[in-house]
Nanobody
Framework: QVQLVESGGGLVQAGGSLRLSCAVSGNIFSFNAVGWYRQAPGKQRELVARIFSGSVTNYADSVKGRFAISRDNAKNTVYLQMNSLKPEDTAVYYC?????????WGQGTQVTVSS
């Protein structure tokens, strides 16, 4: 059973930073990609950033230059460093792992950015 456990969310003022962590059970290289999605109230879940098994990354246009995704292979953990946070970044952030057949989701962590 694959488990993704997120941590690091919280309340921060605009312009501040947070780092989210996603601990993945099992070998992180067994997944084609691990990434972060977010869902704000009344909106659809959207991709924020993801990292592929070959270390290629991609980002939503809204976070380019502010967020950075990285991976610690030894810890089977993926991080999302979020800088210059804006109130519109407020959402529940979900970790996602994509295997050959299945998609796995974490329980989500709330990020709230106050103006």
């Amino acid at each position: 059973q694959v488990q993704l456990v997120e941590s690091g969310g919280g309340l921060v003022q605009a312009g501040g930073s947070l780092r989210l962590s996603c601990a993945v059970s099992g070998n992180i290289f067994s997944f084609n990609a691990v990434g972060w999605y977010r869902q704000a109230p009344g909106k659809q879940r959207e991709l924020v950033a993801r990292i592929f098994s070959g270390s290629v990354t991609n980002y939503a246009d809204s976070v380019k230059g502010r967020f950075a995704i990285s991976r610690d292979n030894a810890k089977n953990t993926v991080y999302l460093q979020m800088n210059s946070l804006k109130p519109e970044d407020t959402a529940v952030y979900y970790c996602n792992a994509r295997g050959n057949v299945n998609l796995y989701w974490g329980q989500g962590t709330q990020v709230t950015v106050s103006s």
